[in-house]
């Protein structure tokens, strides 16, 4: 999974713009813009994003990894 374009995607789902989450965290939102590129990212900043957008990243990265996982046990 690609955590910036799936905190992209979250976001907006729920109808928010890239400045609000700047806001939120706070930072200058082309730095949202560059969490977005990314395909990793340090995980106080997933829990403090996943408590702004009330969405639980780390669990959809389990579920992906045991999805993963799975597939390769077949």
């Given at each position: 999974m690609h955590i910036g374009r799936h905190i992209q995607r979250i976001l907006k789902s729920q109808g928010r713009m890239v400045t609000w989450l700047?806001?939120?965290i706070p930072c200058d939102r082309t730095?949202?813009?560059l969490i977005f590129k990314k395909s990793a990212i340090d995980t106080a900043l997933l829990?403090?994003?996943?408590?702004?957008?009330?969405?639980?990243?780390?669990?959809?990265?389990?579920n992906e990894l045991h999805?993963?996982?799975?597939?390769?046990?077949r």
């Amino acid at each position: 999974m690609h955590i910036g374009r799936h905190i992209q995607r979250i976001l907006k789902s729920q109808g928010r713009m890239v400045t609000w989450l700047a806001l939120q965290i706070p930072c200058d939102r082309t730095n949202v813009y560059l969490i977005f590129k990314k395909s990793a990212i340090d995980t106080a900043l997933l829990e403090k994003i996943s408590i702004i957008l009330n969405h639980n990243f780390f669990k959809d990265l389990s579920n992906e990894l045991h999805s993963a996982d799975k597939a390769i046990k077949r």
